[in-house]
């Protein structure tokens, strides 16, 4: 008997203070213009003092479940990626837990930065497909604002806090006859050796403070497309799939223009690739999952719908999964 994983429900969340490009460039030796050339963001949401990323992520994970029609009692694995938990420990997916009234089962956090969505629903995936959990809340979510430098333009314009949520549910795997609906594939690549071009230079390991990201942005470009292109033909050619099969590509949204040029390479239409980042910004881990709440809540992705997502962030860390929605 095998288990495959599908996606019953999606959610998202993100604190109601929006932060415009003219706002940052009446404080910042920056332009509207130059932020929209460069990154396509025109603006990005900011959790309020007190705010945290429990919080964002238990709005979230509400909507999830509602969506699927469950509750926190039903689940019997959280995963949760995040680069800004609440505490050193425990992970933040703990306080979501009994936030839920999700008492029994596991939860954890994985730490992938801004491919965590991917790290994650490939962990809850493998758990369904070995048939350790049936029920499992995927969730995004960050507080990146708390670990900007807001006086370096470089970074601070480039991202903004949010949170989204999936629950997969255990299935039968039945083989053969027409394409199964659930989770095709997942793909996980890390390079350790990139660690300085994309990180935080604190810690509790390392100064005891947590820090401010980092970032040589022009070498991250450059690792993003060639490593993205890479990920995706695996993605597909392990599924016996061309890029023409797809009907959404759900890119992390770190810059309008690495997306356009996956988009190109996959020889996609503007319409099929899910964008948010002009209202969102670079959200790490909870970007994937944002875009995609806001595509299956619109209608835009439909039952049977063959569904591509990729992102890479910090380590380097980068990864795709294919699902047949
Ligand atoms: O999510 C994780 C993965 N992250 C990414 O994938 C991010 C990848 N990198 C990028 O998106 C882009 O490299 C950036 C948006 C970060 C930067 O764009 P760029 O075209 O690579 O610009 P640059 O860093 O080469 O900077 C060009 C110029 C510099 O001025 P000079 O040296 O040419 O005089 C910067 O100082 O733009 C300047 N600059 C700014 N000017 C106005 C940098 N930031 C700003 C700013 N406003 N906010």
């Known amino acids: 008997m095998s288990f495959r994983s599908r996606v019953i429900g999606c959610g998202a969340y993100l604190p109601e203070r929006i932060v415009s490009n003219a706002e940052l460039a009446r404080r910042l030796d920056t332009s509207d213009e130059w932020i929209v050339q460069r990154t396509g963001i025109r603006q990005r949401h900011v959790a309020a003092p007190g705010e945290l990323t429990s919080d964002l992520a238990v709005h979230a994970a509400e909507r999830a479940l509602a969506a699927a029609g469950l509750s926190g009692a039903d689940l019997d694995l959280i ?36 491919s965590g969505f991917i790290y994650a629903l490939a962990t809850a995936d493998n758990f369904i497909r070995c048939g350790q959990a049936r029920r499992a809340l ?22 903004g806090d949010g949170a989204g949520a999936i629950v997969l549910a255990s299935h039968r795997d039945e083989g053969g006859g027409a394409p199964e609906r659930g ?20 810690g509790p390991s390392t100064t005891g403070s947590c820090g401010f990201l980092r970032m040589e942005g022009k070498e991250v470009f450059r690792h993003a497309v ?43 239409p503007a319409e099929k690739v899910v964008v948010t980042i002009d209202r969102h910004a670079n ?15 619109d209608g835009r992705i439909k039952p049977g719908h063959l569904v591509l997502m990729e992102a890479m962030g910090g380590g380097l860390t980068w990864g795709a999964a294919l699902v047949r929605w």
């Open 183 to 202: 989770v095709l594939s997942t793909h996980l690549h890390a390079d350790g050796r990139h660690h300085d071009i994309l990180y935080v230079d604190g």
């Open 283 to 297: 959200t790490s881990a909870a970007s994937v999952p944002l875009a995609l709440a806001e595509a299956v809540g």
């Open 79 to 114: 995963v949760l990626a995040t680069a800004t938990p609440d505490n050193t420990f425990p992970a933040t997916a703990t306080k979501v837990q009994s936030r839920l009234g999700m008492t029994e089962g596991c939860a954890f956090d994985v730490q992938a930065v801004c």
């Open 138 to 159: 995927v969730i995004g979510a960050e507080t990146f604002s708390r670990i900007l430098d807001w006086e370096d333009r470089g970074t601070c314009v480039l991202f």
């Open 226 to 268: 060639h490593r993205l292109a890479e990920v995706v033909d695996e993605a597909l050619s392990a599924n016996g799939l061309a890029a023409r099969d797809l009907d959404w590509l759900v890119p992390h949204q770190a810059n309008r223009r690495i997306i356009d040029s996956m988009g190109r390479k996959l020889d996609l």
